[in-house]
């Protein structure tokens, strides 16, 4: 048994795993330890405006750069994965500037038509968050390239550092949600800064002809055309409940909702995305060593599974009476939202192999038809759930049972698809 252990543990992707997840741990222990402290200091309705705004950016961030960071680890050249850097940093750029005049010209209405009053001074802040997403995710992408899990670990802890300690130490003197907004907008930056500080340096000499940019977003042009839409409708599928809860229930249920994901969410950072972080450059090998793509993406989701029925077995158990206990009083009604998310996330939990394999499978195409599918289901649920019941408990319930249903669906398919491509 000992052999097998060590056996295990001295595999590179296991290595590796443990590396990504040693420092995600430390940055959610951070957040962990400090998160009590912020939800007593600002409380739910505080609590739900920097929900609402993080709803937005976590819409709009993840296609900072169309997506061309996530093509980094791809080209087998190092000098043609620098190129995509640099192209997803000048589209950022671009995307910024035409961000910033549409909110100008266009802020009201922008207001009116997603309810946001709350927020319209922060609006702003947004063209802000597209660059320094656009900014880290190149660095992240480099930084799986080269396997430099060391580096994307101490970072992701010093920024919870930086970020909850700031929320936590300033909400003593001043507690609005103007601090909780603000920090939560420079988050990407400070990690990415980080990054750049801690990194091991590049060189190359290479050219910047314009001709060669060229070729590598024509060669890679199915992640603007399919990935990134995809993106963007998950995005907006994830956070739609926020808007909804928001609008319907008031900002303290987009508090509880916004509390309730972001606990949720800390197995998937610890554990899912840095499974999926390692297992994208090692499904992309297998898929040139002419691997068993689909025995792999099998196997890393029954692993996650094994891993995530504890955390959420017992957040369904227990979800009201833990969230009373560490939060506060005030923030029993967001245990009762966990129990019903935990189905839907324990999903997302587990779906990362089969995410992180659809771009070396060449099905993009395919994951962008699922997820306009998503959001009409997940949206149509949590209005049915609404509609029925005029309650905020069962419209959560029932945009989670969809989510779960749809999640199920993506590991089935990503699996046929694997399959079909191996005997093709």
Do not use: C
Not at 139 to 158: I, N, P, Y
Not at 294 to 319: C, E, N, Q, S, Y
Not at 367 to 385: N, P, Q
Not at 386 to 403: G, H, K, P, Q, R
């Amino acid at each position: 048994m000992k052999q097998k252990i060590m056996t295990l543990v001295n595999r590179p992707f296991v290595r590796n795993v443990f590396i990504m997840a040693s420092g995600t741990a430390a940055a959610q222990a951070v957040a962990l330890a400090l998160t009590p402290i912020i939800t007593r200091l600002y409380g739910p309705e505080a609590y739900g405006l920097m929900g609402v705004f993080m709803a937005i950016i976590q819409t709009v961030a993840p296609v900072a750069a169309l997506t061309y960071p996530l093509a980094i680890v791809l080209p087998e050249r190092d000098m043609d994965a620098k190129r995509l850097m640099q192209l997803g940093i000048y589209i950022a750029v671009g995307l910024s500037l035409f961000s910033t005049m549409v909110i100008v010209v266009f802020d009201e209405l922008i207001v009116q038509l997603f309810r946001i009053e709350a927020i319209e001074p922060f609006l702003l802040l947004i063209p802000l968050v597209i660059l320094f997403s656009a900014f880290l995710q190149t660095q992240e992408q480099w930084l799986v390239r080269t396997h430099q899990f060391a580096v994307s670990a101490k970072a992701a802890f010093l920024q919870a550092l930086v970020v909850q300690g700031g929320k936590a130490g300033i909400g003593v003197f001043y507690p609005i949600p103007a601090v909780l907004i603000v920090l939560t907008a420079m988050g990407n930056g400070v990690k990415a800064l980080l990054m750049v500080l801690l990194k091991r340096k590049f060189r190359s000499d290479q050219d910047d002809e314009l001709s060669a940019y060229r070729d590598l977003a024509q060669r890679f042009r199915d992640f603007p055309s399919y990935r990134a839409p995809q993106v963007l409708l998950n995005g907006v599928s994830q956070n739609i409940p926020v808007l909804l809860l928001s609008s319907f229930f008031g900002p303290a249920s987009a508090g509880f909702y916004s509390l309730g994901r972001t606990v949720l969410s800390l197995p998937i950072q610890l554990i899912g995305k840095s499974a999926g972080d390692v297992f994208y450059p090692r499904v992309t090998e297998a898929k040139r060593n002419n691997e068993n793509v689909a025995r792999l993406i099998g196997k890393a989701t029954l692993g996650l599974a094994a891993i995530g029925v504890i955390p959420f077995g017992i957040m369904i158990v227990l979800g009201p009476w833990l969230f009373s206990f560490v939060f506060g009083a005030d923030w029993g009604v967001a245990g009762e939202y966990a129990r019903w998310m935990s189905l839907w996330i324990f999903f997302i939990f587990i779906n990362q192999p089969a995410i992180n394999a659809l771009p070396v499978l060449k099905a993009q195409g395919f994951f962008l038809k699922y997820s306009v599918v998503t959001v009409i289901i997940r949206t149509g649920a949590m209005l049915s759930g609404y509609a029925l019941f005029a309650d905020d408990v069962a419209a959560i319930a029932s945009f989670s049972a969809a989510a779960a249903l749809l999640s199920i669906g993506l590991i089935v398919m990503t699996l046929r698809i694997a399959r079909r491509k191996e005997v093709n």
